[in-house]
Every structure is written in structure tokens, then in C-alpha cells.
């Protein structure tokens, strides 16, 4: 049996860990219950995928966006693992077939959306694999205080009738005191490990930039960028419309949002993943757990919603510890407006 920083070394091509990996998956190889807050960028795939390569068995692995189990499943096949992921329009023989996979197929990570597990015939399969380790990626959506709770996630509790002895460990990037105690509630953790990684990016300079000439300074900013571009932006309408702005003005972008098909969502996230276009305008749909490293700046078009989403959005600079930039242009104006739409949603006490 390879021992995790042999694994590191044979897949991953690391010689050391990361801050708190290597206690949290000695605490995974315990066979102990995890929660583990580690920033955008921090390794948190890491945590559950070395500990389930050490170990005989397959990993279960819910994920919350078809885009970010993708984009592992297919990293994991890049290193000769084998994984296999239930996404899609899947048939109910295409499905038993994957999972048929897991069973006899030497396969060591499995891939779902929460809302499979609403599929009792899906939740009964599982129950007769070999599972090492269930990990809950992007945990806080569980939190019905936020606005991506998944009603789906409460169904991952009952696991635990099937796998009272496996570990769950549960990751995220962000959560505050009161989504953290969802998250162990909810998931039914029992008396998990606590890890909380410090969140400073040191290597991302954060920028607000006020002016009433937002199209001019975004151009000239984006035409002095080498790196990749994530521009955030409010509405699936102006998705379309920076894009075409950008694109007349020669700076090589394309968009996505919740509203496309999978199809179109697939060509586009492969258009900028594979360099292609340097600039991506996305609504916070976009970028949950994507492993791109040369992401040089985040830009914010319009106010995030708030500091937890802005955190988590920003983040998504600088994953290869290059210097990096989150930059916020905005004015007066907007200011307002996004105060207006805050308002407007109070509501006022009956007199």
C-alpha cells in the first residue's frame, strides 16, 4: 500500500503537500469524519482523492455542477485513474451500466449530482459498492440560507445507513459559523475533525476602480492582460452582450451561463480552458471548483451580491500562485442601484 506522499508523487507530481492536507487526510485515513474549509485554490480535491487512492475501494464523490464533475472526472483520466461520473440524460440502463463499472470494474471514484441519490433504485445501487470514502464537494450548498441550496443535498444523510463505518469528509471554500453548523447537521457528520485554513491569497491584489467610462477602462485593462479572464456580470443578457463588445474590439471571448444548453456550455468552457479565448463573461454560474491555473484576473462588471460570493469568485485568480488581480469597476451610479435592489427586497413590518 502507497503511503499519501507517494501517491502525491505518482499522480500529482508534488513532493510536499499544501498547508493542513496531509492532517486532513491522516485524519480521513483514520476513518474519521472531516469538515475541511480550505481557500479557492487551496488543493481541496486533494484532500479526498489521496486518501482514496491509498485505500482499496471506490470514493463517492457529490458534487453540485455537471461542468466541475467534468472537469475532474477528466483530470483524474489524464492520470490513469479511473473514475466515472452519472451526468446528464443518462438512460436507467446506461446508468446501471456505470455503475456496474464501479462494482466489477476496479474503478476508484464515482461522480454524482446530489439529485441522483433521490433515485431510491440509484441510492440501493450504490449501498452494494465497496466505498473507502464519500466526499461532499462545494458542502455549503446544503445551507438553506444560501442562495445555491440544493434541496437534494438532505438526501446525502442517508448514506449513512449504508456506510455507517466509511468516513465522510465535507469541503468548501467558504462558510460562515452558521453554514458550518448546517453543514455538520444536515450531512449527519458524526463529530467530524474541524479544519480551517487561512483564507489570504497572498498572491491576488484586490482593486476597486470608480469611473464613469466603464467600457473604456475595461478595454484598455483587458488588452494589457496576457492571462486568462473571468468577468462576472449580473444578467445572462449582458453575458451575451460584453462578449460581442469585447470580440468587436479584437480581445478573443465567449460566454456562459445557466441558460444554455449543455451543449453550448461544453464548447465554451473548452474554448477558454484550452486557451483559445482569453476572456470568458459568465454570471456566478460559472467557475465553481474549475481547475484553471493561468486565470490572471477576475474582473467584476457588476456588484457581487456579497462578500461571501465576491470571495469565492475572486478566488478563482491566481491558482498557480502567480501574482494575480480581482479587480471591482464600478461608480456612483451603480452603487445606488445595487442599494435600490437591496431595498426593494426588505420586507417592511405590517402597521
Known amino acids: 500500500m502507497q503511503t499519501p506522499l507517494e501517491v502525491l508523487q505518482a499522480y500529482y507530481k508534488h513532493n510536499t503537500f499544501r498547508p493542513q492536507q496531509e492532517e486532513i487526510i491522516s485524519n480521513v485515513l483514520l476513518a474519521k ?90 441510492l440501493e445501487r450504490i449501498g452494494k459498492l465497496n466505498l473507502n470514502l464519500i466526499a461532499i464537494d462545494e458542502a455549503h450548498c446544503i445551507s438553506q440560507w444560501g442562495q445555491d441550496f440544493r ?11 449504508h456506510f455507517a463505518n466509511t468516513p465522510f469528509i465535507a469541503l468548501t471554500a467558504t462558510a460562515t459559523l452558521r453554514v458550518k453548523e448546517e453543514i455538520k447537521t444536515l450531512l449527519a457528520l ?43 456580470v449580473s444578467t445572462r443578457k449582458k453575458t451575451k452582450e460584453l462578449e460581442i463588445l469585447l470580440n468587436s474590439n479584437t480581445i ?26 482569453k476572456v470568458i463573461v459568465a454570471t456566478n454560474a460559472f467557475g465553481m471548483g474549475i481547475d484553471k491555473s493561468n486565470v490572471g484576473l477576475v474582473l467584476h462588471w457588476d456588484l457581487p451580491l456579497n462578500l461571501e460570493n465576491y470571495y469565492q469568485e475572486s478566488g478563482r ?26 431595498l426593494n427586497t426588505i420586507l417592511l413590518p405590517e402597521e
Open 190 to 232: 458524526d463529530n467530524p475533525t474541524e479544519f480551517n485554513a487561512s483564507f489570504e491569497r497572498k498572491n491576488i491584489s484586490y482593486r476597486i476602480t470608480y469611473t464613469s467610462q466603464k467600457v473604456t477602462y475595461l478595454l484598455e485593462v483587458l488588452k494589457k492582460t496576457k492571462e486568462a479572464v473571468i468577468i462576472y
Open 317 to 342: 485568480a491566481g491558482r498557480d500562485n502567480q501574482e494575480a488581480t480581482a479587480l471591482v469597476i464600478t461608480n456612483d451610479y451603480e452603487i445606488k442601484l445595487q442599494q435600490q435592489r437591496f
Open 151 to 161: 434541496p437534494s443535498y438532505l438526501k446525502i444523510k442517508e448514506l449513512k445507513k
Open 252 to 277: 478573443n471571448s465567449t460566454s456562459y451561463h445557466g441558460g444554455m444548453t449543455l451543449k453550448e456550455k461544453d464548447k465554451n468552457m473548452d474554448l477558454w480552458i484550452n486557451n483559445k479565448v
Open 33 to 122: 469524519d472531516t469538515l475541511a474549509l480550505l481557500p479557492t485554490g487551496g488543493g481541496k480535491s486533494v484532500c479526498y482523492q489521496v486518501p482514496a487512492l491509498v485505500k482499496p475501494g471506490v470514493c463517492l464523490v457529490i458534487s453540485p455542477l455537471t461542468a466541475l464533475i467534468k472537469d475532474q472526472v477528466n483530470q483524474l483520466k489524464n492520470k490513469n485513474i479511473k473514475a466515472v461520473a452519472l451526468i446528464g440524460s443518462l438512460t436507467t440502463e446506461e446508468t446501471s451500466n456505470l455503475l456496474d463499472n464501479c462494482l466489477y470494474g476496479d474503478y476508484k471514484f464515482l461522480y454524482i449530482a446530489p439529485e441522483r441519490l433521490q433515485q431510491d433504485w440509484v
